[in-house]
């Protein structure tokens, strides 16, 4: 029986435990270079620069679908997404695949996709429903001073001098500790009243004010300063963009193969599926550390990487898909988009007239609390609020379905974001090279955030490993 050493990690069931625990078979049985965890962006980028340096590589997925966080719902109205959309100007890496695999990118005006604060918004807050040019004066405005003229989809950007400046996107690695306060503080000290905090928590991409790290925030404007202009989409739906990638590979990606456990030493390495154990020179796993979590590692790491593997904050978020039998947002004049501090309302975007389809976001509690509400409940009770804050919708609404990315165990949330106080030891797990056992995705983005994280931290990750094969 190995000896774990205090920096290994070790968690999830007994069954996975004990089999990362049973004697070491012999690596001489190994059968590739690499086994590359995961057939989203990072996964397959990095399979394919194996491949092309000449290693034998095999990519293993858990789930019956490639592609990860890049999820097409190719079966609902409109085919909308229930992963990443938005492809920056400065995607340079994501940008050159799409044209090696001649996957098409067309620009978007970003309307209805729910990722950035949209310009303007039918309002309902503190229980009343109101057009933003009536926000100013209105009783449900709650707001002090000079906020008070500010719509709350606004708010985080009047306060935006409650971050720390970055001059580059990259600058958060390097930033003081003094920096690497509570989101929920900088904007305290930046003199937000408790309302425009409690607003600005309502509807934004983190769980709460209080867990994400200012610096979180600071990077994303950093990275949208650094690539200004149009976004792109991928025609046809973002996870055209890995099945392509995966269709480019020589080797076959094995799918439904969930890793149960992972163990590497000098030597080599190993995965654990409920297939069986596959040995490798090298394994590169890709799976989100929320998810990663529940999967036994035992393997020397460093007390950073061990510590972000056990804590990094994921985003909760849950979407409500809702039909209508016509696009009623046309017909009171009114914004298309709604904007509400009740939980289980969240911002509600308009994906499409033909078919009409709208999307319901919401983060954290509220999200957490639409999934366990369950689909036939929350219809009962999204359809008579949405009726109530616009009354064009009432007998549209057809249908309702529910997404949830936190209870997926190949995800437990939608990204992750840098946790309060968690700056420091988040680069270092970035900057970590493994010697048998690797990893890589959008959570070890050394520069960029979302697809393009991912796909440069599978670059790092295959060099690394490149230089050691
Ligand atoms: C709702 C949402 C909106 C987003 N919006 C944007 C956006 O607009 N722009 C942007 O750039 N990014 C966006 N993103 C982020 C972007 O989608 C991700 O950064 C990117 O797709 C992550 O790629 P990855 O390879 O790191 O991880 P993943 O795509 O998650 O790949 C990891 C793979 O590992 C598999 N896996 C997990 N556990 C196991 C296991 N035990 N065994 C085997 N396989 C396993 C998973 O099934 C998955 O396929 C968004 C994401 C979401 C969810």
């Known amino acids: 029986m190995p000896v774990l050493s205090r920096r290994g990690v070790i968690a999830g069931g007994a ?176 003199g937000a009243s408790a309302e425009a905090r409690r607003l600005i928590d309502a509807n934004f991409n983190g769980n709460s004010l209080a867990g994400m790290s200012a610096l979180s925030p600071a990077r994303a404007v950093a990275l949208r300063q650094a690539g ?51 040995a490798a020179r090298h394994v590169l796993c890709t799976i989100p550390f929320a998810a990663l979590r529940e999967v036994p590692i035992a393997a020397e790491l460093p007390p950073e990487l061990a510590g972000m593997i056990a804590a990094l904050p994921y985003t909760r978020a849950s979407f409500a898909y809702i039909a209508a039998r016509r696009p009623f947002w046309r017909e009171d004049g009114a914004p298309e988009t709604i904007w509400s501090d009740h939980p289980l309302i969240g911002r509600i975007f308009v994906l499409g007239d033909d078919p009409p389809m709208l999307k319901l976001w919401t983060f954290g509690a509220g999200a957490d609390a639409l999934e366990r509400m369950g689909e036939a409940r929350v219809r009962a009770v999204l359809v008579p609020l949405i009726e109530a804050i616009r009354p064009a919708a009432r007998g549209q ?5 529910l997404f949830s990315w936190q209870s997926n165990p190949l995800a437990r949330g939608i990204y992750h974001h840098i946790g309060t106080g968690q700056a420091a030891e988040l680069s270092a797990a970035i900057a970590w090279k493994g010697t048998r056992l690797h990893f890589a995705g959008e959570h070890l983005g050394p520069v960029s955030q979302g697809m393009e994280g991912a796909l440069e931290s599978a670059e790092a990750a295959a060099l690394s490993i490149l230089a050691r094969a």
């Open 397 to 401: 609404i057809t249908s309702i379905r």
């Open 228 to 278: 200004p202009g149009p976004t792109l989409i991928v025609r046809g739906g973002s996870q055209r963009l890995p099945e392509a990638m995966a269709r480019a590979l020589r080797g076959e990606v094995r799918l439904g193969q969930k890793v149960r456990a992972i163990r590497a030493d000098e030597a080599g390495a190993e995965v654990i599926t409920d297939r069986g154990s596959i």
């Open 15 to 190: 069954a996975a435990l004990a089999a990362a625990l049973a004697p070491r078979r012999a690596w001489g049985r190994t059968q590739y270079d690499v086994v590359v965890i995961g057939a989203g962006l990072a996964g397959l980028h990095a399979a394919h620069l194996l491949e092309q340096a000449g290693l034998a590589v095999r990519v293993i997925e858990a789930a019956q679908r490639i592609g990860g966080r890049l999820h097409t719902l190719d079966h609902l109205p409109g085919r909308p997404e229930a992963g990443g959309i938005q492809i920056g100007q400065n995607y340079r890496l994501l940008r050159a695949i799409a044209a090696r695999l001649g996957v098409a990118l067309d620009e978007s005006p970003g309307a209805g996709v729910g990722a950035a604060g949209s310009p303007t918004a039918l309002l309902h807050i503190n229980g009343t429903s109101l057009a933003p040019e009536d926000w100013a004066s209105a009783p449900a405005n709650r707001l002090s001073g000079a906020e008070r003229a500010v719509p709350p989809f606004a708010l985080a950007g009047f306060y935006g001098r409650a971050l720390p400046a970055l001059a580059s996107p990259a600058d958060w690695q390097t930033a003081p500790a003094e920096a690497d306060i509570s989101y929920d503080e900088a904007l305290r000290r930046a």
